[in-house]
Every structure is written in structure tokens, then in C-alpha cells.
């Protein structure tokens, strides 16, 4: 190179293998501040079309732009001698230029020039690069990845070794019916051209079969004929293009000077070689009037399906004639691997085919397994309408199920805008309805999470509403999904923490159950519902209930005394009389003594008593004879006290 900057940074840093390209030390660098600087390398053998590579430092970019690359097949002193090939041109910052650049350098050359003399922040045109390679294919391959061969191409001067890139044929050009630089790109091909052909009987050596596939179209003469002999029951010819065709173009020139052979012709396909002339597919029968007129000179037929021999097959009598074979040329027409339709006019990689690589009908085009979306048409060429899309373009837009809605959509995918589907839909196009059990937004719900009061593992796919639309305590919303706030409780979250009465602290749980029980005044679990006093119960009442509550008392103590006096004997049974007995008197008790009472009783011995004789002590009724005018309650609580202090008095235990 011009120069050299350091010792370690020779020129043949760039062709040592090494692309590292993190620090300076991996580079050739020629010394700054310099007008100009270049870089050059000897490949010792000429290159045609090579792919140049150059590796630039990553850690600094300033020096990339500018560079220019020149090629020459002879060394010159002069660093730009040659043919320029390319030039580094971007901002000066040298943003937008990859760290690696890929250059194809065509025509014949052998060395190769890096050169700059362009200055960066005033220090001067300065190469500074890891780098550089070139790259070919091995001699007789081209092509991206070297998988084509030379010996493939259609030049008009037929060569084994071409261009490693592109495989450019000489300057004369292709052969006939091809075209492309390295004329492998043909409309259409004539697959029986030279390909063994035989047929019934031959009638002149001149005439063989193979006259029919010789490329000779001339038919003034049945000298350029394929011609079988007379009289014969049936005649045929064939040929094996020893290929497989599909839908291919079949074409007879039929000789002009002679044309009553021509009727009566059958077109037979086969893909296996049968000893049955009519073995296969019946193409085509030629029927016309017997003297042929009405037939083109040539004739042109499209054999449908797949095939591999060709049959042409008479038994017609013409003008008495017998069947007899007479045609000057037969060509199978097919297109290039890259075109199809009439006369190959389009090409196969403006389809849209589901599968990269469909099976053609070559004619039509028709793409076996169907369209990619989005497409329509038996070849697939045709983009769907407005508001169509999918498979076939068998889908409306304003049928998905997006949020929001429109009327236009992508036509492959029909995906819904960002909104995304509406509630209950998923897939790309919001088409595909939730699976059983799954609910709302892209049916990313289940129906098994909510908390519903009533369980459920199915729902509304939409909203996932709970049945009854009732939640467990402590969840809210149509679908139960959502929890509480802070403060709430509950069913559907109805209820404030704040609003309870609970003793002491306590915390709120989902029910809102206080755990250390109520206020006073209060009741329910969760100490929401106030202790109601009945405003109803005015003195009057009051007064009322307590007298019934003091006769209930009353009744039983007394019924007790009674049981009482009986077992202690101090109640005498006598004939029915009022005339003794117990004189209570409201102030003061007038009786007799016990001991007076006890001495009346052992006086008397033990009198026979009857049933219906009795003594008893009725207090109250005679109460009620004394003090008729008292208060009703003054006298039951009077009555009640004295009896009381007399038996406490005689008796000093209870019965």
C-alpha cells in the first residue's frame, strides 16, 4: 500500500485471514495526513465477475466513506489504472454503510485497488480496514452459491466455463427460444425436437419417423415427410419425448402440397410405452370432410394431463386411399420451468400459490393445491376485491367480529384492528367463536374462575355473566371477576367495613363477619342491623302485662301454700261452711292462735270427712268481701304478704 503507519500494520494485514475487526491492531493502516492512499492486491490468477468483501474496523467508522475499487488484468503504477468498479459514497459521519461491503466486480481481471483521497477531521485521505476477500465459484459453477453450471446455459456458442456471477453467455447471444445473460430463461420448448420416434411401416428409407422431429417444418414436398406404406388396415407414429409434459402443445405441419391424409388422425397420450397403438388418453380426432379440407396446415392441439409417448393413429380411408401416415413435423411445446399460459407468456413467479412449489398445469397455470390468501383465480394471479379476503377471497370484512368494525380489511389475514375482537371471538380475523368454558376478550377467560355464587364450568361467552348475575361475598362485577375495594364486602361488594358495629377491633373479611361479636344494639353476623324496641308498649300496656304476670305469681304461690297446709294437716275438712276458717282483715289479721287451732284439731279427734265436705283457706275471696273497693292490684300483692308473714311466722322451713 502507499504507506504504513505502524510496523504491525502491514498491507498484508488485509489478506491474513483474520475479519476480528474490534481494535486497530487487526488493520492495514496507511499514515495520516496524507493527500491520497491506496491499497492493492495481486490474485495471481485472472477472475471473472467476483464478489469483493471488505471488512471495516467496527470500533472506529470514520474513514469508510470514500473509498473507490479498481480492477485491472495488468499491474500499473498508477493506483486508479483500471476499470472502476464501485464507490463508497455516504455522509461523511459514514452512517448507513455496513461494516461489511459486498461488491461484484464484473469483466476479467487480476488485481484489485482499494484507493481514497478523501480527507476525514483534517488528518487526511487514510485507508483503515481488517480485510479483504474475493470470491469465486470453481471453475465451470456461477451463480448465487455457485449452484448453477456453465454447461447449462443456451449460449449460441456453447461454453463450459462462464462468469462466476452472473454466467454471462458470449456476445453473440442465445440459441433460439431462450433468453437471459446466461440464456437459461425460455419461453417455450420444443421437447420432441430430436427424441426417438418410430412407427407402423416405413415407405422409403427417406421417410423414416424420424423425419417428423428432424426441426424440419418445410412441407412442399413429401420428400420432408414421415410417410407409412399403402395399403394397410391402420397406421401409427410415435414418439418418447423422455420426459413427462404436462398440458403440453402439440403441433402437426401437415405437407400443403397434398392434404386428403389429413382426416381421420387420432392424438393418443400415454405415460407408459404400450404395444397397443390406441393404448391411453384419446387427445383429439381430426373430422372433416374426406378431402381434408377445413384442416389448417398446421394443427394445434393441447393435450391435457401428464404424459410422456405420443401416438398419432389412423384408420381412415380418404379418396379410396388407405390409412396411411404424412406429415412433415410433429413438436411437443412446453414452457420454461418459469412460464406458463398461451404462448408461455406469464410467468410463474407472478403467482401466489399456496405451496412454493406447485404442481403447474402449464397451459392454465392452475395452481394445484390452491391460493395462498388472499388470492384468487385458477393461476392465483388475481388480488381479492374490496372488502373480501382469506382463502380464495371467500370472506367478507364486515362479517368478523372486531371491536371496531369496518368494511375494508388486510386482504390475506382479515386481521382486526389493534382494538382487537369483540367479547366472545378470537383469531386473527375475530372469526372463530370461544370454546366451551372460555369467555370474553379473545376467550382468555374461563368460566371456571369466576366466583359465582352458583358454580358454573360454562357461560355467556361474551360476558361470562354468573347466573342470577349473583357473587360469592367479596366479588363484584357482571362475570364475578373482580374483588372488593378496600372497605367493601359482600354480595356484588354492596356493603361498607365502615358501616358495621362490631366490639372492638376487627377485621373485614369477604362476609364481613365482625369475629368479636356486636355493639350492644346491634346484631347479624356482621353487626349491621339495629336491636328494635317496639314503640308501641306505652305504661297502659305495660301495666297490664305486669298485673297478669303478678295474678300468673299469685295463682302459684297460693297453690303451693295449699299443697303445703294440706301435708302439714293445717287445713280440716267439714261439712261446707264459711262459718270458720281463716279471717284475714286488710291492716291487721284477726285469728286464732296456733296454739288454739292445733287444740280445736286434737279436740276433735279425726273426724269423718266427706267428698263433698271441705275446709279451705280462700284469701283472696275473702279479700275480695272485705275490700271490694280496693285496687285490684293492691289487694292480690296485700293478700300475698300477709299469707306470706303467717306461714313464716308458724313455719320456719318451706314445706
Given at each position: 500500500m502507499s504507506t504504513t503507519?505502524?510496523?504491525?500494520?502491514?498491507?498484508?494485514?488485509?489478506?491474513?485471514?483474520?475479519?476480528?475487526?474490534?481494535?486497530?491492531?487487526?488493520?492495514?493502516?496507511?499514515?495520516?495526513?496524507?493527500?491520497?492512499?491506496?491499497?492493492?492486491?495481486?490474485?495471481?490468477?485472472?477472475?471473472?465477475?467476483a464478489l469483493i468483501k471488505i471488512y471495516f474496523r467496527r470500533d472506529f467508522t470514520a474513514r469508510r466513506n470514500g473509498l473507490q475499487l479498481y480492477t485491472s488484468e495488468m499491474n500499473s503504477s498508477d493506483p486508479k489504472g483500471g476499470e472502476l468498479c464501485h464507490s463508497v459514497t455516504a455522509p461523511c459521519d459514514c452512517t448507513g454503510i455496513p461494516h461489511v461491503l459486498n461488491v461484484t466486480c464484473r469483466g476479467t481481471w487480476r488485481f484489485l485497488t482499494v484507493y481514497t483521497e478523501t480527507s476525514y477531521a483534517g488528518q487526511g485521505a487514510v485507508l483503515d480496514f481488517v480485510e479483504v476477500q474475493v470470491l469465486t465459484c470453481p471453475t465451470g459453477d456461477y451463480g448465487p452459491d455457485c449452484i448453477r453450471n456453465c454447461s447449462s446455459r443456451h449460449c449460441k456458442t456453447p461454453s463450459p466455463t462462464c462468469g462466476s456471477i452472473s454466467g454471462d453467455c458470449p456476445a453473440d447471444g442465445c440459441q433460439d427460444g431462450w433468453t437471459g445473460t446466461d440464456c437459461t430463461?425460455?419461453?417455450?420448448?420444443?421437447?420432441?425436437?430430436?427424441?426417438?420416434?418410430?412407427?407402423?411401416?416405413?415407405?422409403?428409407?427417406?421417410?423414416?419417423?424420424?423425419?417428423?422431429?428432424?426441426?424440419?417444418?418445410?412441407?412442399?414436398?413429401?420428400?420432408?415427410?414421415?410417410?407409412?406404406?399403402?395399403h394397410q388396415h391402420h397406421a401409427w407414429w410415435k414418439v418418447d419425448l423422455q420426459t413427462q409434459v404436462q398440458s403440453a402443445l402439440v403441433k402437426i405441419y401437415?405437407?400443403?402440397?397434398?392434404?386428403?391424409?389429413?382426416?381421420?388422425?387420432?392424438?393418443?397420450?400415454?405415460?407408459?410405452?404400450?404395444?397397443?397403438?390406441?393404448?391411453?388418453?384419446?387427445?383429439?380426432?381430426?373430422?372433416?370432410?374426406c378431402?381434408?379440407?377445413?384442416?389448417?396446415?398446421?394443427?394445434?392441439?393441447?393435450?391435457?394431463?401428464?404424459?410422456?409417448y405420443l401416438t398419432v393413429y389412423t384408420e381412415t380411408r380418404n379418396y379410396g386411399?388407405?390409412?396411411?401416415?404424412?406429415?412433415?413435423?410433429?413438436?411437443?411445446?412446453?414452457?420454461?420451468?418459469?412460464?406458463?399460459?398461451?404462448?408461455?407468456?406469464?410467468?410463474?413467479?407472478?403467482?401466489?400459490?399456496?405451496k412454493s412449489f406447485p404442481t403447474h398445469d402449464r397451459v392454465s397455470g392452475e395452481c394445484s393445491d390452491g391460493c395462498q390468501d388472499g388470492w384468487m383465480g385458477s393461476d392465483c394471479t388475481e388480488v381479492c376485491d374490496s372488502g373480501k379476503y382469506g382463502p380464495d377471497c371467500g370472506r367478507n370484512c364486515n362479517s368478523r367480529h372486531c371491536k371496531t368494525s369496518s368494511s375494508t380489511c388486510d386482504r390475506a389475514s382479515g386481521e382486526c384492528p389493534a382494538g382487537g375482537c369483540q367479547d366472545g371471538w378470537m383469531g386473527t380475523d375475530c372469526s372463530e367463536v370461544c370454546d366451551s368454558g372460555k369467555y370474553g376478550p379473545d376467550c382468555g377467560r374461563n368460566c371456571n374462575s369466576r366466583h359465582c355464587k352458583t358454580s358454573s364450568s360454562t357461560c355467556d361467552r361474551a360476558s361470562g355473566e354468573c347466573p342470577a348475575g349473583r357473587c360469592q361475598d367479596g366479588w363484584m362485577g357482571t362475570d364475578c371477576s373482580e374483588g372488593c375495594l378496600d372497605g367493601q364486602f359482600g354480595e356484588g361488594c354492596m356493603f361498607g367495613c365502615a358501616d358495621r358495629h362490631c366490639k372492638g377491633t376487627s377485621s373485614c373479611p369477604a362476609d364481613g363477619v365482625c369475629s368479636g361479636g356486636c355493639q350492644e344494639g346491634w346484631t347479624l353476623d356482621n353487626c349491621t342491623q339495629e336491636l328494635q324496641v317496639d314503640s308501641t308498649l306505652t305504661r297502659t300496656s305495660a301495666g297490664i302485662i305486669g298485673l297478669a304476670a303478678g295474678i300468673v305469681l299469685t295463682l302459684i304461690l297460693a297453690g303451693g301454700l295449699y299443697v303445703c297446709l294440706v301435708r302439714r294437716g293445717r287445713l280440716l275438712w267439714r261439712n261446707s261452711s264459711r262459718e270458720e276458717g281463716v279471717n284475714v282483715v286488710m291492716?291487721?289479721?284477726?285469728?286464732?292462735?296456733?296454739?288454739?287451732?292445733?287444740?280445736?284439731?286434737?279436740?276433735?279427734?279425726?273426724?269423718?270427712?266427706?267428698?263433698?265436705?271441705?275446709?279451705?283457706?280462700?284469701?283472696?275471696?275473702?279479700?275480695e268481701n272485705d275490700y271490694a273497693a280496693l285496687d285490684e292490684r293492691t289487694v292480690t300483692s296485700q293478700v300475698y304478704e300477709n299469707v306470706y308473714k303467717i306461714y313464716r311466722t308458724e313455719h320456719k322451713s318451706p314445706c
Open positions: 503507519r505502524r510496523s504491525s500494520q502491514p498491507a498484508s494485514k488485509a489478506v491474513d485471514g483474520v475479519i476480528s475487526a474490534t481494535e486497530e491492531k487487526y488493520s492495514a493502516h496507511t499514515k495520516e495526513h496524507e493527500p491520497k492512499a491506496w491499497w492493492k492486491v495481486d490474485l495471481q490468477i485472472d477472475v471473472q465477475s430463461t425460455g419461453a417455450s420448448v420444443n421437447v420432441a425436437l430430436n427424441k426417438p420416434a418410430w412407427m407402423s411401416t416405413t415407405l422409403q428409407s427417406s421417410q423414416p419417423a424420424s423425419n417428423a422431429v428432424d426441426g424440419v417444418t418445410t412441407a412442399t414436398h413429401y420428400k420432408y415427410s414421415a410417410r407409412t406404406k399403402y401437415f405437407r400443403i402440397d397434398f392434404t386428403a391424409q389429413r382426416n381421420g388422425l387420432q392424438l393418443y397420450t400415454s405415460e407408459m410405452n404400450s404395444s397397443d397403438p390406441k393404448g391411453g388418453e384419446l387427445c383429439h380426432t381430426v373430422t372433416v370432410p378431402d381434408g379440407t377445413g384442416i389448417p396446415d398446421v394443427l394445434n392441439v393441447i393435450c391435457h394431463g401428464t404424459w410422456h386411399l388407405s390409412p396411411m401416415i404424412d406429415f412433415a413435423e410433429v413438436q411437443v411445446w412446453i414452457c420454461s420451468s418459469e412460464k406458463y399460459g398461451y404462448n408461455c407468456a406469464r410467468n410463474y413467479s407472478s403467482q401466489h400459490c399456496k291492716g291487721s289479721v284477726h285469728r286464732n292462735s296456733a296454739h288454739e287451732v292445733d287444740t280445736a284439731v286434737s279436740e276433735q279427734g279425726d273426724p269423718n270427712i266427706s267428698n263433698s265436705d271441705y275446709a279451705a283457706l280462700d284469701v283472696e275471696t275473702e279479700a
